[in-house]
C-alpha cells in the first residue's frame, strides 16, 4: 500500500521560508508526476506546484511563482516544497499528491497525503 507522509510544516513569520518533505513508503514512485496542493478552512483544494517524474519539467501555480521551489530526489522517493517570502494568505494544509502526468487538476492524482499545517503570522 502507497503512504505519503508530509512533513516540514510549522509556524513562520511573514517573509519567512519553510521545507515541506513528502516521502513515501509502499512503492518506489520515481517514474510518476509528484504533486503539492493545498487547502486553507472555507476554501477548496487549489494547486501548487508539480515536478515530472525526472524533474525537468515543472508547474507552479501563479500565486506562487517566484516564490515556491519544487522538487525531488527520486533516490529517497521524496519531494520537496521550498516555500521562500511566505505570506499570511499561504496559510493552509499543504497536501502531496502522485499524478501519471503533470496537471494542475487535482482530479489527475490518484495518491494522497494527510497534510501538513503550515501557519503564517503576519
Known amino acids: 500500500q502507497v503512504q505519503l507522509v508530509e512533513s516540514g510544516g510549522g509556524l513562520v513569520q511573514t517573509g519567512g521560508s519553510l521545507r515541506l518533505s513528502c516521502a513515501v513508503s509502499?512503492?518506489?514512485?520515481?517514474?510518476?508526476?509528484r504533486g503539492w496542493f493545498r487547502q486553507a478552512p472555507g476554501k477548496e483544494r487549489e494547486f501548487v506546484a508539480t515536478v515530472s517524474s525526472s524533474g525537468d519539467t515543472t508547474l507552479y501555480a501563479d500565486s506562487v511563482k517566484g516564490r515556491f521551489t519544487i522538487s525531488r530526489d527520486n533516490a529517497k522517493n521524496t519531494i520537496y516544497l521550498q516555500m521562500n517570502s511566505l505570506r499570511p494568505e499561504d496559510a493552509a494544509v499543504y497536501y502531496c499528491?502522485?499524478?501519471?502526468?503533470?496537471?494542475?487538476?487535482?482530479?489527475?492524482?490518484?495518491?494522497w497525503g494527510q497534510g501538513t499545517q503550515v501557519t503564517v503570522s503576519s
Open positions: 509502499g512503492r518506489t514512485l520515481s517514474s510518476y508526476v
Open positions: 499528491a502522485v499524478s501519471a502526468v503533470v496537471s494542475s487538476d487535482a482530479f489527475s492524482y490518484a495518491w
